[in-house]
């Protein structure tokens, strides 16, 4: 009996083997599969094999935390803050994900940017991205709160002591972490000149005039600003997509024959049949400026909470929060493009004027210009690239679960499907009042473009 029992544990053991041997030579070759088999003995220089979790996620929550602690953050402000963060965790790794290509000329500014020295030196790449985010983040965000300070220097240190062994390189750890610094220096240098540095300090220039035309936008509230919000970010240089023109809206007009006149009109009676189901739906994804989490950090919240569930490599955290970054700055910087272009009235104002007097919205718009939905236009851009780049990776998520607005008091919102996210976010659209489904729908197709151009353009492999 005994002898049989020895028998036993020793094929016990011997079976554990072979399938950890399995695991991780599958792991090895598998360097285009998105997960990644937990390996007990990671290579420190390999930047792809890092769970992304491990990392990423947290300066991606860290960053929307700090964000949310600045009511000034409007939604283009904070897109572009993780279109650099994307860029800089991206970069900080490629010198040690084989095959991968540095986004040097690729993307718009990003030029003579530091490499490092990897000839007979190591490099620890998850510490070169720690600092790189940590230094990215002190760049892009108000230096004047403390507590704002506190966080990223807290994250950054509490990284290096949970990655580092007392056994390594102290050399390779002051290399890493060196280089890091360097390459968001540069990253941040090139950011200064976007034309959208510091826009937190002149949300509404009062130098700015809205050009004499019908239809003109009017602020939809007597507490607001005359002037609309950061008309200047029409001027914010694009990333990775060059393609800027949109559709045209039908032209302005008065009368009830008119095509103008049936789009705000289609609004005042969808408004008027709207169930509490369907303004709640509205009020959810409102995210109000100032408010509330921006609808950039919103996305981000559900984009991280998929990277979670499942144990993803860094490489391919860092390509999906590149593209996911990329996707939302430039989409708002389209979105802003059309908004000062054709600078339109929203539907409250035109119903109030020409519909109906007593007419009053149930959720206050943003204090933009009409054309073009910018939500639906981003959402659409952020959920493709969510859809490939899930697409063969494992394990599926079965529901996604949004919690962002649980603090405000709002319920948990679940989808099944990616698909059925981005419905719930036009359909809030469309019953939030606040856009003519002529808005909406530009809204889709130049998200649609903008995902396209950057699967297209930003070539990393």
């Not at 040097?104 to 998850?126: H, M, N």
């Amino acid at each position: 009996m005994l002898q049989w029992l020895k028998n036993f544990i020793v094929a016990l053991m011997y079976s554990r083997l072979v399938i950890s041997v399995v695991l991780t030579t599958a792991a090895l070759v598998g360097c285009s599969d998105p997960v990644v088999v937990p390996d007990p003995f990671p290579t420190a220089y390999d930047g792809a094999r890092f769970d992304t979790d491990l990392l990423a996620t947290t300066w991606y929550d860290c960053a929307t935390e700090c964000i949310e602690k600045h009511p000034s953050f409007a939604d283009p402000i904070a897109a572009r803050v993780y279109a650099y963060m994307g860029i800089a965790l991206y970069q900080s790794l490629v010198w040690g994900m084989p095959g991968y290509r540095s986004l040097e000329g690729q993307i718009a500014g990003l030029s003579v940017l530091p490499t490092p020295d990897t000839a007979g030196k190591r490099f620890y790449w998850a510490l070169v991205a720690n600092s790189a985010m940590a230094e990215v983040l002190r760049g892009l965000l108000p230096s004047t709160s403390p507590a704002v300070i506190r966080r990223i220097d807290s994250l950054e240190s509490a990284n290096i002591e949970e990655r580092w062994l007392a056994n390594r390189d102290t050399g390779m750890l002051r290399r890493s972490v060196a280089y890091g610094k360097e390459l968001a220096r540069r990253i941040l240098d090139i950011a200064r000149s976007d034309g959208g540095d510091a826009a937190w300090m002149n949300l509404f220039p009062p130098d700015y005039q809205l050009p004499p035309m019908p239809g003109v936008w009017k602020p939809t509230s007597p507490v607001l600003s005359p002037v609309p919000l950061l008309p200047q970010w029409a001027s914010v240089r694009m990333l990775a997509c060059n393609d800027t023109s949109a559709p045209s809206p039908p032209e302005y007009a008065t009368a009830p024959s008119s095509a103008f006149y049936a789009a705000a009109d289609s609004v005042r009676r969808r408004m008027e049949r709207a169930t509490e189901l369907e303004l709640d739906g509205a009020r959810y994804w409102a995210d109000p400026f100032g408010q509330a989490p921006t609808f950039p950090g919103h996305l981000i919240r559900i984009a991280t909470q998929l990277v979670r569930s499942g144990p993803y490599r860094m490489g391919f955290g860092a390509v999906l929060y590149l593209r996911l970054g990329l996707a939302m700055h430039d989409g708002y910087v389209v979105a802003w493009k059309a908004k000062y272009r054709y600078p339109l009235l929203r539907p409250q104002t035109y119903i109030a004027a020409y519909l109906d007097s007593r007419y009053r919205a149930l959720i206050e718009p943003p204090p933009t210009p009409e054309y073009i939905s910018d939500r639906v236009l981003v959402a659409t851009a952020v959920v493709r690239i969510l859809q490939q780049g899930f697409d063969m990776a494992f394990p599926q998520f079965e529901r996604i679960t949004d919690r962002t607005h649980q603090q405000r008091g709002l319920l948990p919102r679940d989808y099944r499907t990616l698909d059925a996210l981005l419905a719930d976010i036009i359909a809030a659209e469309r019953w939030s009042g606040t856009q003519y489904d002529f808005s909406i729908a530009a809204g889709a197709s130049l998200g649609e473009r903008i995902a396209g151009d950057i699967f297209d353009r930003i070539r990393i492999q």
